[in-house]
């Protein structure tokens, strides 16, 4: 028996169209981590018709990310390929994306994946939270063995939304999402 829950993302929409129209778009994969949606990633911020146009919403990581362009194209290859040719992917800066966006199943995605997934900057009432720079840095768990025996080698890792860390107990090297 199966007893896992399908979460709802919180910004998918409550008309069953336009909720078919975000299910298209969280079917896309980001091509640089392909184990993520973009809705589990949270740069998917909208799904709506205007008229008769399909209108995605989505939001960079950060202004010079490099998968937008393929991302914009995989969104709209879905909203053709189920039968919206006349749709539209808008990009929208404000507000800034941020890590906080992800969802729970996005974080245990790259967990799962090798990435340690980036610390929260909110805590639980939603109050931003403000690392003092004479604190100790934050210890980021390995995502192969959890120890939090750990230690940047690179600020950045494959991508530049990563940095390369190791492992001083498993001796691996992994990324970390960097908290944007």
């Known amino acids: 028996m ?81 039968g919206y040719e006349d749709s539209r992917v808008e990009l929208v800066l404000q507000p800034a994306w941020s890590t906080d966006w992800m969802t729970e199943q996005g974080r245990q995605q790259l967990r799962d994946y090798g990435i340690a997934p980036p610390a929260r900057r909110t805590d639980d009432e939603g109050s931003r ?13 390995c995502p192969q063995c959890s120890s939090t025996n750990t230690r940047k080698l690179s600020h950045f890792g494959s991508t530049s939304c990563k940095s390369l860390y190791n492992c001083l107990d498993c001796l691996e090297p992994f990324d970390y999402f960097k908290v944007h």
């Open 129 to 141: 939270v403000v690392r003092l720079t004479l604190m100790r840095p934050e210890t980021i768990a």
């Open 2 to 82: 199966d007893t896992t829950e399908t979460v709802i993302h919180p910004l998918r929409p409550a008309t069953a169209a336009e909720a078919e129209l975000w299910d298209l778009a969280a079917t896309v994969p980001d091509p640089e981590i392909p184990v993520i949606s973009i809705a589990d990633l949270g740069i998917l911020r909208g799904a709506r018709f205007e008229g008769t146009t399909a209108v995605i919403t989505i939001t960079p990581t950060y202004s010079g990310c490099p998968a937008m362009d393929r991302i914009t194209s995989d969104v709209r290859e879905a909203l053709q390929g189920a």
